[in-house]
């Protein structure tokens, strides 16, 4: 039920969104060395994390939340993307560095507050420090994998999958699922930095409070994946005088520069998530 509610409002919101940010002429600019392909989507409407988080919001406050420390987490991810998303629009995008700051101190507040809830190393201070890598890591990860129409959304509703008893996790899909009506190729909307951090750090709050942190890194493959082909590939331009070990990075613009279309990069990912989401659970709860 909490599902198919986020669902349905997700999908109404999401398309108003969209309706509205294209009547205003407000649209996404896209990256001029990027495939050929993209070049096409330029304009096309974003930051539809924004109506997907107020119908995730709708639907459990009338459920209750369950985890409100990790919702806030979200919360807080979501407004730091949505600033990005924004200072790009109007003038120009966060520094990385200026990004970063915001996003350690929130996940430093998220850290602190569940420190001794769960514990992975039997040292706080460790503990704390592993929780802080986890959370604005996934959110620069799923950042990253955000750059295929569908993709970002597919993998994350396959990485939620093991929480659905939780209301905030169910509506999180249903909301997803909403999105991706819209955002099946040619996409009408994009989820924006607000809606790819805010779903990353959603994803490591529930797997980390549920004390399966180690298990996230198997599971989210193809998100740790994407951002270790950004890392290496900035690492090895630098340190070669600008040469690339992938065509592209991300990896899925690699892999699309090899000649596979949106819909198999997407299709296969999900799939590897799928299949390295299942192997992290049965390791998970058969520990």
Do not use: C
Request: aromatic content about 10%; proline content about 5%; hydrophobic content about 60%.
């Amino acid at each position: 039920m909490i599902l198919a509610a986020a669902f349905v409002l997700s999908w109404f919101l999401v398309g108003a969104w969209a309706r509205v940010l294209r009547a205003r002429g407000l649209g996404k600019a896209v990256r001029a060395d990027g495939p050929p392909a993209h070049r096409l989507k330029a304009g096309t409407p974003s930051m539809a994390g924004v109506p997907m988080a107020a119908a995730v919001a709708a639907v459990v406050a009338l459920t209750g939340l369950g985890r409100p420390e990790v919702a806030a987490l979200a919360l807080g991810f979501l407004l730091i993307g949505l600033a990005d998303d924004l200072a790009g629009s109007l003038r120009r995008p966060l520094r990385a560095r200026e990004k970063l700051v915001l996003q350690f101190a929130v996940a430093g507040v998220f850290s602190y507050a569940v420190l001794g809830r769960v514990a992975y190393t039997g040292w706080p201070p460790l503990d704390f420090l592993f929780l802080l890598l986890v959370v604005v890591g996934a959110a620069n990860a799923m950042n990253f994998t955000d750059g295929v129409d569908g993709l970002a959304a597919s993998v994350g509703a396959v990485l939620l999958l093991p929480f659905l008893g939780a209301p905030l996790a169910a509506a999180a899909v249903g909301a997803l699922l909403g999105f991706l009506w819209h955002n099946a190729p040619p996409a009408r909307v994009f989820m924006g930095d607000a809606g790819s951090e805010a779903l990353g750090v959603l994803i490591a709050g529930l797997w980390l409070l549920a004390g399966a942190g180690f298990y996230l890194a198997l599971a989210a493959v193809v998100p740790l994946a994407e951002l270790l082909s950004v890392v290496v590939q900035v690492l090895y331009f630098r340190r070669t005088g600008g040469r690339r070990i992938l065509r592209m990075a991300p990896l899925h613009h690699h892999f699309e520069l090899g000649g596979w279309s949106e819909g198999k990069v997407v299709l296969r990912f999900a799939a590897v998530t799928a299949a390295a989401t299942a192997l992290a659970v049965s390791l998970w709860r058969g520990a």
